[in-house]
Structures are given as structure tokens and as C-alpha cells.
């Protein structure tokens, strides 16, 4: 059986010698289990699938595997469009990301190396300076044979050292070496079993000796205890990083209640902070701790009550004695309050910005002219405001776009940038000039503009939902193209998490409208483009307004003739699985093509899965009955039928993802396969190297690009990308 499995791992890595001839693998073979929750067995015919250790589980996600590679390999036009993104990203070759200015002169930033597969983190001496890089990933453990990219970085206080995360073959959970400016050499000591992408980050302490992390004690993700009972732990540069010093965790402080799922993280503000701010981390609001900055050298940090969850506060900054924040507690659009830490007073702070019942309140920043903040409606249609001296103003952006975002160095700095964003253009940085009340571009590199979103409409709309509910749509489409229902639809939709569909330039949207299609997002219930109450009207027991919202946007969408249903294609991933597995599952009358990358898509089961006890805080339980019924309504395997006409669908899992295991989509597609009465493939594509898509290299995720585009244009009809025999 082991020779079997190599031998199709074997096969798939060798596409170049794909045999014309396409064989369709067999079934799944069903094994009923059967599980009862409260009052109700249910009836599951593929859990032996959730076994991603048995040889026959993965002999048969290897089948799928090189049945899907291969008939993606023989659409005509993909190779054509593998060319164009590659041309397209080569001329962005150099993309800077994850910029952090740590002083006026001080730019640190990764950018992509010219082979897209490793990256380089770089430093600028102002942003006129001369870029020197600092480390390529590529040069990390170089004889592992392993794929390492840099998926964060940060400086100490005096610039002198940087710790470094590295994570290979896109698994996320990293390892830190320390990198040393003056000697231009990694530390000996590496720091294991973390994951500051994702846990708070590294916070160097005041004097640089060392700094805070979260440390995970179980990595494996075939483990019950995977990243449960974590800890906010200092290590001291030079020691052994296996005797870190804990300062805040389940088993150190018992009586704060944190549970085994929970992330104890600890946030340092600026090197001459008189406090350290502790939270118990994961999804939705937050407890929150705070304790002398002089605990640091105590044997036990004693942690004092800052502010509960019940306060909703998204975001706070403290300057001095004084703590600004951003909250939904009375406000579901948000406000900006202040309290004092002499005299904390959450409950009845002052308030700075009032709630604006139009518009959603999104971020704030502080520098020495005052604070700074920013609204958008309906995730869209943003502004940006500055308090000062009691004064609001409303700052003039320096052209019209769909998504700004600020930074700062922090309130004892004039420094403020923006970066803009729209569906049809990458990010424009801008310096604010203060004495002149206008902005500067600074772009680090030049941004590029394409041919295909020449003279493009935009239309930012609301349709009504199946209960009246306005629902935001945006629609995207090259002018001139007629409402005739002759066009091809990609529709768009995630809804979990309180997250907002910005705009911006997705590969996905460039692509298909370069092939002739229209683009469109659903801004459903679940995200926060309405503020808290739109994410808690898709939370957990309301949760099926998610995907209903999705269904009345395509709906529109073919009623108004944007399109139709045998040219109507959809996209989500990850929990966004959620979204699209139901819609389709309940109307896939409406679809002509799905695709599902990474999808949660048994939710009933997801509890148990790696990453599981966290998403209790979004989903829910099935210990609790209430819980239970919610996730059983949005768990889109169970919603499969017999005899079922289905669309065509392209499903993706990563057997080393931390976040959704493999198996979620696995049992999708085998239930699928086996209940739809038409002849439309049902793929499933398994990366058998990597995991949920965050850290891929460029090249591994160009390559999935061209497969999703050239799978859609087929099954909607274009004429251009069909499959060659």
C-alpha cells in the first residue's frame, strides 16, 4: 500500500509527462458512522476520510489529486495565462510588503525575491536611502532542502538586532533566529515553536536584551493538544531558548480563568512605556491586563484587570497615563473614548468621536498633531479625519479610492502615512505634510497599472436580502459590456470573523476581467462592513443569513441580467467555505462553477479538527444544543443530496494547513461525486507540501491562479479555454 501511495505522490510531482488520456478515479467507497447530538443521529459516509495518516486515505486524495492536476494541465488557454500572470508579476518583482518605519529614517520591508520563491527583508535609511538587503530567505538552512520565507520580522529598540520568523512549506507555526546589524550574522540560538504572524508578534524588552513571545507547546497537528495551552514567555538573548521565563498563561495565573484554547500575548507599546498590556487572544473581543513594566524583572508579572470583553473595544492606545481606544460597547458603528489608568473607567470613559449612525469607524492612530482616524460605509467609500486640539477636520485624500489605511511611528512623532486601494489599483503610499494639509507620494516602488482596468465601472449597490436586509454589493466591469445575461459572473463572498471585503486588487478580479468577465462582491452578514451588529448577524445561531444574503446578491445578479446561471461562477475560502458550500448546496441551480480553496465545510465536525477549539468562539459548539443546530445549518457536507444536480466545482485542501484540515474538503468532494446526476467535474486538488496559503512562495501561488481562472472560464462557456483530448 506504501509502494502505491509513493508511486502516485511520484506522479503528480511529474506533470510534464501527463497522459492525454484522462481517467476518472473511482468513488469513494461509503463506510457509515453515525454520531448523536442531543436528539438527533446523523449519518456520515465518509468520517473514515478524517484519517489523513491511513495509506488508504491518501492513496485516494493522491487518485483525486492527479486526476484534478491532469485535466487542468489540458485546458487550453491556461499555459497562455501561466504566461501572462508570470509576466505580470515580474513586472512587480520587486513587491515590497509588511513595511514597518520604526523612526524617520528607519524603512524595514520584505519584497519578493526575483525567482518568487523566497523573500528578503530589506532596510531603507529614509525613504530617499539606499536599499540593502538584510537577510534572503533562501540562505536559512539552505541544506534542509525546505522552502523557508520570512513571515515577520521586527527590530529591536536601538535598531541593532532583528528577530527573523521563518516558516517552511507554508505550515505557518515559525521558528526565530535573531539577526545581528553590526556583525551581519543569525545568532546560533533558534527559537522554535512559535507563530508571531498570528500570536502578538515580538516585543523586544525597553533595554533589547531580549524580547516577549507566545509560545506553543504542541506544533503537530495530528495532536489533540495543538496550539492549546499556550504561553506568553520572555527569552533573553544568548540563553537557552528551551528556559524561557513564563509571564502569562493558563497554568501561571490560574485565577484570571483563561481557558486551554485561549492565546495569553503580551503587547509593549515603546521602549519608555511605563506599562506592559497582556491579552487572552483569539477570535471575537478580548479580556485585557495590564501590569508595571517593572514586573518584567519580578519572578511573577502581577496582572491587574484592564478592560472585559463585555466593552468591545477593538483597538487602544496609550500615551503616557492615558489610553484612547476604539469600541462597538453602545456604539455598533464604533467610537473613540479615552479613560485614564490612574482612574480606569471603561464603563463610563470620555468620549473623542461619537458613533456615526451612517458610518462604520474603522482604525485610529495617534502622533504629536493630534489623532487621526478613518470611516468607511458599507467597507467602501472611505474618509479620514484628524482631532486636534478639540478641532475635527476632515483631510482631503489625494485622489478618490476604495480603502486607505494609516500608519505611524507613534504619539511622540509627526509621521503619518496612507495607503490607498481600489478594485482596479494596487496600493499608493503617501506622507501626510502637515503644514501644508496635503499628501506626498512615497512609493517604494513604482506602481503598476494594466490594460485590462482601462476605462472599468465600479457600482457600489444594496439589494435586498430574503428578510428585507440592504446587503452591500460591489460590481466590476468593463464599461460598454451590455446587461444582456450573456456575461460571465465571478462572485465573491466570505462573511465570518467580523472581516471586511475591502477593496483592492485581487489576482482574481485582474485576471477575469482581462478575460472578458464581470467581478463581483457580496458584503454578507458575518463580516463588519455594517459594524458589530452586521458580524453578529452572522455569528454562530444566525449564521444562515450569511449564505442567504450570498443567494439574493446572485439572484440580483441574473434578474438585472449582469448574467446567467449557466455563465454565473463563485469563489470563497477558508471560512468563507461556509458561504459558498451552502449557497450551492441550497441553490446550486443558480451556479454554473464553484470554487472552494481550503474550505470549512463540516462544521459539525470541525470542533475536533486542528485549530477546531478556537473557531468554537465564531461557530459554536456541539455541547451546546443551540450551538449544535446552528453548526449542523451551515455544515455544507450535510447538506449534500442523492440524485442532485450539481455545478462543476474545484475544491483545495493542504495537507500540512493548521487552520482547515485537509479532510473538510476531502469529505465535500467525495459526497458530491457521489450524489450529482450530471456529468460536471468535481475536483479535488491536494497540496500534499504545504498548507493553508498564507506563506506560499509566489510561484506555488500563480500556479493555483492559472488552474481557479482556466477552471471557471471553461465551465462558464468560454470558448477559448476548453478541454484538449
Not at 538587503?133 to 520570512?150: A, G, Q, V
Not at 487572552?280 to 513594566?293: N, P, Q, T
Request: aromatic share 12%; charged share 20%; hydrophobic share 35%.
Amino acid at each position: 500500500m506504501k509502494r502505491t501511495f509513493l508511486f502516485l505522490l511520484l506522479s503528480v510531482l511529474c506533470l510534464q509527462c501527463v497522459d492525454p488520456i484522462i481517467e476518472k478515479p473511482s468513488l469513494a467507497p461509503e463506510k457509515s458512522t453515525t454520531n448523536t447530538y442531543f436528539n438527533k443521529t446523523i449519518t456520515d459516509p465518509y468520517q473514515y476520510l478524517e484519517n489523513l495518516s491511513d495509506t488508504t486515505v491518501l492513496n485516494w486524495l493522491a487518485e483525486q489529486n492527479e486526476y484534478t492536476n491532469n485535466t487542468l494541465q489540458q485546458i487550453s488557454g491556461r499555459t497562455a495565462l501561466l504566461q501572462k500572470i508570470e509576466t505580470y508579476d515580474n513586472l512587480r518583482s520587486e513587491t515590497i510588503y509588511d513595511l514597518k518605519t520604526v523612526s524617520p529614517n528607519a524603512y524595514y520591508y520584505l519584497k519578493t525575491s526575483p525567482d518568487h520563491v523566497a523573500n528578503i527583508l530589506c532596510f531603507r535609511a529614509g525613504i530617499t536611502g539606499k536599499e540593502v538587503e538584510i537577510f534572503n530567505s533562501k540562505n536559512y538552512k539552505p541544506t534542509t532542502h525546505h522552502n523557508y520565507i520570512i513571515n515577520y520580522f521586527q527590530s529591536s529598540w536601538n535598531g541593532k538586532k532583528i528577530a527573523i520568523s521563518f516558516t517552511k512549506n507554508d505550515e505557518e507555526i515559525s521558528e526565530v533566529a535573531v539577526f545581528d546589524l553590526e556583525t551581519k550574522q543569525l545568532h546560533d540560538e533558534i527559537i522554535d515553536h512559535c507563530w508571531p504572524s498570528e500570536l502578538g508578534g515580538i516585543n523586544w524588552l525597553p533595554n533589547d536584551s531580549g524580547f516577549v513571545y507566545t509560545h506553543i507547546p504542541e506544533i503537530d497537528t495530528k495532536s489533540p493538544n495543538y496550539i492549546l495551552n499556550t504561553s506568553a514567555v520572555v527569552y533573553y538573548l544568548g540563553t537557552n531558548p528551551k528556559k524561557t521565563k513564563t509571564l502569562f498563561s493558563k497554568a501561571s495565573h490560574p485565577h484570571l480563568g483563561l481557558q486551554a484554547a485561549d492565546f495569553p500575548m503580551i503587547h509593549i507599546f515603546g521602549k519608555d512605556q511605563k506599562y506592559i498590556f497582556g491579552r487572552v487572544g483569539g477570535i471575537g473581543f478580548k479580556d485585557y491586563y495590564y501590569a508595571s513594566i517593572t514586573d518584567l524583572e519580578k519572578d511573577t508579572v502581577h496582572w491587574m484587570p484592564f478592560f472585559k470583553k463585555k466593552h468591545k473595544v477593538t483597538k487602544f492606545i496609550p500615551v503616557q497615563d492615558e489610553v484612547y481606544y476604539v469600541t462597538a460597547h453602545e456604539a455598533a458603528n464604533f467610537r473613540i473614548c479615552k479613560t485614564n489608568l490612574q482612574q480606569l473607567n471603561f464603563d463610563n470613559p470620555t468620549e473623542i468621536i461619537a458613533e456615526d449612525p451612517q458610518q462604520t469607524l474603522n482604525d485610529f492612530t495617534i502622533t504629536n498633531k493630534g489623532l487621526f482616524y478613518t470611516k468607511t460605509k458599507n467597507g467602501v467609500f472611505p474618509s479620514l479625519y484628524q482631532v486636534q486640539n478639540n478641532v475635527t477636520t476632515q483631510i482631503s485624500l489625494p485622489k478618490a479610492t476604495g480603502n486607505i489605511r494609516m500608519s505611524a511611528i507613534g504619539p511622540n512623532f509627526a509621521d503619518l502615512w496612507i495607503e490607498t486601494e481600489s478594485w482596479i489599483t494596487h496600493k499608493n503610499r503617501y506622507r501626510y505634510q502637515h503644514e501644508i494639509k496635503t499628501f506626498k507620494q512615497e512609493n517604494l516602488t513604482p506602481v503598476v497599472d494594466y490594460k485590462e482596468l482601462e476605462d472599468v465601472v465600479i457600482e457600489e449597490i444594496e439589494i435586498t436580502s430574503h428578510d428585507g436586509t440592504r446587503v452591500p454589493l460591489s460590481i466590476i466591469y468593463k464599461k460598454g459590456m451590455k446587461k444582456d445575461g450573456k456575461n460571465r459572473m465571478l462572485l465573491n463572498g466570505y462573511g465570518s470573523y467580523n472581516w471586511i471585503n475591502t477593496p483592492k486588487l485581487y489576482p482574481y478580479l485582474l485576471y477575469w476581467l482581462g478575460e472578458g468577465g464581470m467581478y463581483a462582491v457580496a458584503h454578507v452578514r458575518g463580516g463588519g462592513e455594517k459594524g458589530a451588529t452586521w458580524h453578529k448577524a452572522g455569528f454562530k445561531t444566525t449564521k444562515t443569513n450569511t449564505w442567504k444574503d450570498f443567494i439574493a446578491c446572485t439572484e440580483y445578479l441574473i434578474d438585472e441580467k449582469y448574467t446567467s446561471a449557466d455563465r454565473f461562477a463563485v469563489w470563497g475560502g477558508s471560512a468563507g467555505g461556509i458561504n459558498i458550500g451552502r449557497a450551492v448546496t441550497e441553490r446550486p441551480d443558480l451556479y454554473a462553477a464553484v470554487v472552494i480553496r481550503v474550505g470549512l465545510l463540516n462544521t459539525v465536525r470541525s470542533e475536533i479538527a486542528p485549530n477546531g477549539q478556537n473557531n468554537v468562539k465564531e461557530f459554536g459548539t456541539v455541547q451546546n444544543a443551540a450551538e449544535f443546530e446552528a453548526l449542523f445549518a451551515m455544515d455544507a457536507y450535510h447538506h449534500v443530496k442523492k440524485e442532485t444536480a450539481y455545478p462543476a466545482m474545484l475544491l483545495t485542501a493542504g495537507l500540512r494547513d493548521s487552520r482547515v484540515a485537509a479532510w473538510q474538503p476531502a469529505k465535500f468532494a467525495a459526497r458530491v461525486q457521489a450524489s450529482t446526476t450530471t456529468d460536471n467535474p468535481v475536483l479535488l486538488a491536494v497540496n500534499f507540501t504545504e498548507g493553508h496559503g498564507f506563506d506560499r512562495s509566489g510561484k506555488s501561488k500563480r500556479n493555483e491562479l492559472a488552474d481557479i481562472i482556466s477552471f471557471l472560464l471553461w465551465q462558464t462557456g468560454s470558448e477559448k479555454y476548453v478541454l484538449e483530448n
